[in-house]
């Protein structure tokens, strides 16, 4: 920072920020996964129509952090009118996954992280009901893991068995230059320019993961406001200290979220520009 006033905000930059829009589909970069993404435009075009095209009960997407997971499942449920959306990992620990996966109008589903709950007796009671429930009445199931499903610990074989029975895809990391897209789109998204070359700095000196990229650059774009100054490589590398100070605990942690924004890429030309 140029500035004792600049230093002030940069100090007091709120480290808890909000988030961007839901994602879409259009704005996820498929690179190697485009065999993934036109199964999920097949489900959602299913969904949408009241049943599922080809008669396959849904798809299994499976992938390291920074996949697009969660971009696709969450991008799935928006697309769906009136599916829901069932963060496993998120409810793992207040007992409330059983609940979400059993009760509520039997609707299309995405259950994201399915590994928080493989094992857990109720849980997978619940889901194996509700996956003959939506089997039945013709309406899409989308599971995302970090497993294939025969890798997951799942107890309940018959559960276990119709998992498998999923379309099942793997989910493979980007490029990097395709993550500098990726960078590059999700700060268009938000109204800020990210410069190619901040994007490779990132890559460079940050987590790798798309998650943690995305947290970071959210941040950027509240300072950049803070301080009325452009995203630039200068900036960074005057932020360079502050995210040191962070490393050990003591500002923003620089833990990897596992794949929210993965696929961002900018719209097609043509397309009207999709959330998130």
Do not use: C
Request: cysteine-free.
């Amino acid at each position: 920072m140029t500035g004792i006033r600049d230093r002030l905000a940069l100090r007091q930059l709120p480290l808890i920020l909000e988030g961007p829009p839901p994602p879409g589909l259009t704005d996820f970069l498929p690179g190697p996964n485009a065999e993934a993404l036109a199964a999920v435009r097949a489900l959602i075009a299913g969904g949408a129509a009241g049943g599922i095209s080809g008669g396959a009960a849904g798809i299994y997407l499976w992938g390291g952090p920074g996949t697009g997971k969660t971009h696709l499942a969450r991008a799935f449920a928006g697309a769906v009118s009136g599916a829901g959306y069932v963060d496993a990992g998120a409810r793992a620990g207040d007992g409330l996954a059983p609940l979400a996966l059993a009760d509520g109008p039997l609707v299309p589903l995405a259950v994201d992280g399915l590994d928080a709950l493989a094992g857990q007796a109720h849980a997978e009671e619940a889901l194996f009901h509700r996956y003959n429930r939506l089997r039945d009445a013709g309406l899409p199931l989308l599971v995302t893991a970090r497993e294939p499903p025969r890798a997951l610990p799942i107890r309940l074989p018959d559960l276990a068995s119709r998992l498998a029975a999923l379309l099942v895809f793997r989910l493979r990391e980007l490029t990097d230059a395709d993550k500098i897209r990726v960078l590059v789109a999700f700060g268009a998204r938000r109204g800020f320019a990210v410069p190619e070359e901040v994007g490779r700095y990132l890559l460079a000196h940050r987590p790798r993961g798309l998650g943690g990229l995305t947290a970071v650059l959210q941040d950027l774009d509240r300072l950049t406001l803070i301080t009325q100054r452009k995203l630039t490589l200068p900036l960074l590398r005057e932020l360079a200290p502050l995210w040191q100070t962070a490393d050990t605990g003591e500002g923003h942690p620089s833990t990897e979220a596992d794949d929210p924004g993965q696929g961002a890429a900018p719209p097609a030309e043509g397309d009207d520009p999709a959330p998130g």
